[in-house]
């Protein structure tokens, strides 16, 4: 098994820190852009897609500012990986900025980003941004 890659990548949301909060936070909200359903159970977030599911621990979050996540299967393997959704208004410009942090296997590195830009897309739709 090859070692994960760890990427980052930032977009610049015309919304408020309130808004993003609700659709990154909360199961409802991620189930609007980034998966089918969610469910919360303590620590663990289920994402449901296509029939197919996958869990993921909650490593922590703020309330407007970030949450991370480390998905079951990585967790299983052994692996140091996490997915964070980090955002902050930027002072300048006073948009919204967001920073995604996660893990591909480097052969699927190219994949997992332009997934990330797509996924990204979607929530700029969904809130208007």
Known sequence: MSEKVKFEQEYLLKTSPKVLNSMVMTPSGLSEWFSDDVNVKED???FYWDG???????????ANQFIKLRWLEDEEDGEDTF???HFEVDPMTKAVVLNLTSFADED????TQLYWENTI???KRV???
């Open 44 to 46: 663990i977030y289920t």
């Open 83 to 85: 997915l964070e959704i």
């Open 108 to 111: 699927e590195l190219e994949e």
């Open 52 to 62: 197919s599911e996958e869990k993921a621990r909650l490593l922590g979050k703020k």
């Open 121 to 123: 897309n979607e929530l």
């Open 127 to 129: 809130i208007g941004a």
